[in-house]
């Protein structure tokens, strides 16, 4: 099981993915954009974060920044989300924990990037293609 702090400003993108993530028995953290991302990055510690790319008020690549050069959370893998292209975003640019998903997505695919990543001496090999979670720093 792996507490997933999920970013996603499309609502109904965010319910299925948590639904998904809840059926695999993983505990789904849900949040609309950058600026909740990064306060709950901070406070919840999650296992692995999945960011969508494109977010109001503070967009994925200024969130994966400010993550980077946040010791307590920089480690964290990453799943980036986007709808964009490969040609649309530097994948050569991005950190070596963070491996991008591009929408639309499997969410079979998906679930296994989760296992994956959030798993002891998880690998960030890319992939192409019901528990309420409180965050609580002492866990």
């Given amino acids: 099981m792996a507490r997933v702090l999920l970013v996603e400003d499309d609502n109904a993108v965010r319910d ?20 909740e991302a990064l306060t709950a990055a901070l406070t919840a510690r999650p296992d692995l974060i999945v960011l969508d790319y494109l977010l109001p008020y503070l967009h994925g690549s200024e969130v994966l920044t400010q993550l980077t050069g946040t010791p307590e959370v920089a480690q964290i893998p990453v799943v980036l989300c986007t709808a964009l292209s490969p040609r649309e975003i530097d994948l050569d640019t991005l950190p070596a924990r963070v491996v991008p998903l591009f929408k639309p997505f499997d969410l079979d695919n998906f679930l296994n990037l989760v296992d994956r ?21 002492a866990e």
């Fill in 16 to 35: 299925l993915m948590v639904m998904a993530l809840e059926d695999a028995d993983h505990v789904a953290w849900p949040v609309s954009d950058g600026r």
């Fill in 117 to 137: 990543l959030s798993a002891p001496h998880g690998t960030t090999a890319p992939i192409c293609t019901r528990s309420t979670w409180t965050p609580n720093p």
